[in-house]
């Protein structure tokens, strides 16, 4: 009669036992999955792009500064002449490099024959470069059919090109694994990323104003006659910021070349540049029905402030003929710059 009740007994050990051990399986299952989804910081464009320069370039030419939290990437180039007539800082537009093959590159090795210099830094995004997308979750039906799922996730990726294309970036870089909808968490980050940019805890207009510094820096200590802020797109707005915030007093000429004001930025370039009493070289495309009414209101606007010496220069866009329009422009840059010695 006992032998029963201890089968019995054991059988329901073994069944408490079986059942703590999946309770222990299914609550390890989380922690697994969470440390699947967790991966490294990706490296941002600029950051590549300033890598692919340092592989490609010749040493002399690259030169790391340091800023007040990193160190980047700027490329230098000596004037060719016994007795320079200056330095020209040059700083690219987001989504371009410090040789980008569109103007910033073109002017900081052409520059150097003509007595020039040249010193192109290297820029964070700005805040309104598009990043990739936290991408939409799913239907939580589909959630826990992973057979099912890469059929679905072909279909959806199919139907929306559009944010992954814009950012440069695959879908397979910024979708979470598909075990695991994307939580609150991961929406959170995503928004923030482009405000803390490479584990720096600076905005990304501090971050640009302590690397013009840093190029700055630099610059002075080959003690030139003249030093030069020239900024292509975006760059023209955060070289106009920066000298509109610090005014320093050796920096008494500035160039623009197509500039454009970033998104996220409340202070109009249009107000921003005239406002400066600085000589100011505006050069923009006659093509562009855009840039000719920016163009317009900027020349207005530096009327408005009386400004003693703001010059426009219209330039004419080829697009079958790119080698024809950047001598066109290296030699109106020179030419303007050579008119302020």
């Not at 690219?92 to 150097?112: C, F, Q, T």
Request: hydrophobic content about 35%; aromatic content about 6%; glycine content about 6%.
């Amino acid at each position: 009669m006992l032998r029963p009740h201890r089968l019995r007994f054991c059988f329901g050990l073994l069944a408490i036992a079986a059942a703590q051990l999946s309770a222990g399986e299914t609550t390890a299952l989380p922690d697994s999955t969470t440390r699947s989804v967790e991966r490294p910081t990706l490296p941002s464009r600029s950051e590549t792009m300033a890598a692919d320069l340092v592989r490609q370039l010749p040493a002399a030419e690259v030169v790391g500064l340091q800023a007040a939290e990193e160190a980047f990437v700027a490329l230098w180039r000596p004037a060719n002449v016994a007795e320079p007539k200056g330095v020209v800082i040059l700083l690219p537009g987001e989504g371009e490099s410090a040789d980008w093959p569109i103007g910033i590159g073109p002017l900081r090795r052409g520059l150097p024959d003509h007595g020039w210099h040249t010193l192109s830094v290297s820029l964070p995004e700005s805040p309104g470069f598009p990043l990739p997308l936290a991408p939409e979750p799913e239907p939580e039906p589909e959630q826990p059919l992973p057979e099912r799922e890469p059929s679905e996730s072909t279909a959806d990726s199919a139907e929306q090109p559009e944010a992954p294309n814009e950012a440069g970036y695959l879908p397979e870089e910024t979708m979470a694994p598909s075990e695991e909808p994307p939580s609150e968490t991961a929406e959170t980050e995503a928004v923030e990323a482009p405000v803390i940019e490479s584990g720096k805890g600076l905005q990304v207009s501090e971050r640009i104003d302590e690397r013009i510094e840093a190029a700055l820096t630099y610059a002075r200590t080959r003690q030139p006659e003249m030093i030069v802020l020239l900024g292509q797109g975006t760059g023209g707005y955060w070289a106009a910021r920066y000298l509109r915030q610090l005014a320093p007093e050796d920096i008494q000429h500035l160039l623009l070349i197509q500039p454009r004001q970033p998104q996220g930025q409340e202070e109009p370039l249009t107000q921003l540049a005239p406002a400066l009493k600085l000589a100011t070289g505006d050069f923009y495309y006659k093509s562009s029905i855009g840039q000719q009414n920016e163009a317009r209101e900027r020349l207005n606007a530096s009327r408005r402030n009386q400004h003693p010496a703001y010059h426009q220069v219209g330039l004419q866009f080829l697009p079958d003929n790119q080698t024809t329009e950047q001598q066109r422009l290296l030699r109106r840059v020179r030419g303007w710059l050579d008119k302020q010695l």
